[in-house]
Structures are given as structure tokens and as C-alpha cells.
């Protein structure tokens, strides 16, 4: 059975920092991009940032660049989301995401998703 | 980056009934779409990717059509467990996007 399950989140001042974690469990890890997504309370959803199988590529949403860093660790089948320099516009739900291929259009959807972490940027 | 506009908003039907919602991209995005479920407190369930194929153990009263920047997701006879958010997102073009949602609501 697919699992992932998120940590990390809680209550942080703004221009803090928070490190965010994902463990992967019932399926191979290494052969599976990873994402992360957001929902502010009562608003909709956002992707924030993609790593690919070995880690050599990430994306981000351009409204947390320079801030936010995503890694992985294939050892321990975990993906991270390191969040510096914290606004009040990044409190949100944090969900993780595992990416599954499909052929049809060579197009990477997301099947998996954890439970979500809150993240409360506020003073 | 691309915006999806999702219509209605809010939709306010009875079970039973035929739900159909709307979702528009700024630009083609193919038929790289996804449409997710969410019931509060929950994380996103994938129903439809490639625009139009259902995803594994997702009913066929669920449905979806479109291509390039047009896009409809039809629930043929609504049951009480689809009374939801809605939500379009597109993967064709990074940054990755979602509309801002339909709340199909009980009439």
C-alpha cells in the first residue's frame, strides 16, 4: 500500500524557517518524481515544486524561488521541503505528492497524496 | 504561466441529477488536464488525466472531455458521496496549475 506521510509543519514567525519531511513507503521511491503542494485555509490548491527521480531536477512556482529548497533522500525514501524566509501568505496546508507516468500523453499526474502538515506563518 | 478558469463556482443540484463543470485555459495545455476531488479535510483524489480517462477505481458516472483550452467534467447521475470540490490542473506547461475550484453543493 502507498503511503506518505508528512512532517514538520506547526507555528513559525515570519522570516523564519521550517523544514518539512515526506516518508514514502509501499512502492519504489527511486523510480517516482515527488512534489509538493499547498492549500491556504478555505482557498484552492498550488503546486510548489517537483524533483525528479535522482534529484538533478527541481522545479518551483515562481512565488517561492530562492526561498523554498526541495531534496530527497533515496536511502531513506524521504523528500523534503526546506522553507526559509516564511511569509505570512505561505501559511497552508503542505501536501506531498507522488507523480505516477502515463503514456497516453507522456504526462506525470498525481495519484498519491499524503494527509498534509499545516504550516501557520504569523507572529 | 497558464490560468484555468473553472465555471460555475458553486453548483446546487440534487442527487440524481447531471453535474456538468467547466474549465478553460488561457492558453492549450493539449489534454494534459487532470481533474481532482477534495471533500473537506482531505487530500485531492485524482478522478480524470489525458483530459479524459478515468482513473483506477473511479466510477464511469465520471467523465471527461476536451482538448486544447476547453475542458468538461460530467457527472452523469449524482450520488451523495460527489457532493465536493472540484478542481481542473493542467501539467502541460511548468509552472504546474489548478483552477480555483467548483463547490458542488446539495440543492
Known amino acids: 500500500e502507498v503511503q506518505l506521510v508528512e512532517s514538520g509543519g506547526g507555528l513559525v514567525q515570519p522570516g523564519g524557517s521550517l523544514r518539512l519531511s515526506c516518508a514514502a513507503s509501499g512502492f519504489t521511491f527511486t523510480s517516482h518524481w515527488m512534489g509538493w503542494a499547498r492549500q491556504a485555509p478555505g482557498k484552492g490548491l498550488q503546486w510548489v515544486a517537483n524533483?525528479?527521480?535522482?534529484?538533478?531536477?527541481?522545479n518551483y512556482v515562481d512565488s517561492v524561488k530562492g526561498r523554498f529548497t526541495v531534496s530527497r533522500d533515496n536511502a531513506r525514501n524521504s523528500v523534503d521541503l526546506q522553507m526559509n524566509s516564511l511569509r505570512a501568505e505561505d501559511t497552508a496546508v503542505y501536501y506531498c505528492?507522488?507523480?505516477?507516468?502515463?503514456?497516453?500523453?507522456?504526462?506525470?499526474?498525481?495519484?498519491?497524496w499524503g494527509q498534509g502538515t499545516l504550516v501557520t506563518v504569523s507572529s | 504561466e497558464i490560468v484555468l478558469t473553472q465555471s460555475p463556482a458553486t453548483l446546487s443540484l440534487s442527487p440524481g441529477e447531471r453535474a456538468t463543470l467547466s474549465c478553460r485555459a488561457s492558453q492549450s495545455v493539449s489534454r494534459q488536464l487532470a481533474w481532482y476531488q477534495q471533500k473537506p479535510g482531505q487530500a485531492p483524489r485524482l478522478l480524470i488525466y489525458?483530459?479524459?480517462s478515468r482513473a483506477t477505481g473511479i466510477p464511469a458516472r465520471f467523465s471527461g472531455s476536451g482538448s486544447g483550452t476547453d475542458f468538461t467534467l460530467t457527472i452523469s447521475s449524482l450520488e451523495p458521496e460527489d457532493f465536493a470540490a472540484y478542481y481542473c490542473?493542467?501539467?502541460?506547461?511548468?509552472?504546474?496549475?489548478f483552477g480555483l475550484g467548483t463547490r458542488l453543493e446539495i440543492k
Open positions: 489525458d483530459a479524459s
Open positions: 490542473q493542467q501539467r502541460s506547461i511548468w509552472p504546474i496549475t
Open positions: 524533483i525528479n527521480q535522482d534529484g538533478s531536477d527541481k
Open positions: 505528492a507522488r507523480s505516477t507516468y502515463y503514456a497516453g500523453t507522456g504526462t506525470y499526474y498525481s495519484v498519491y
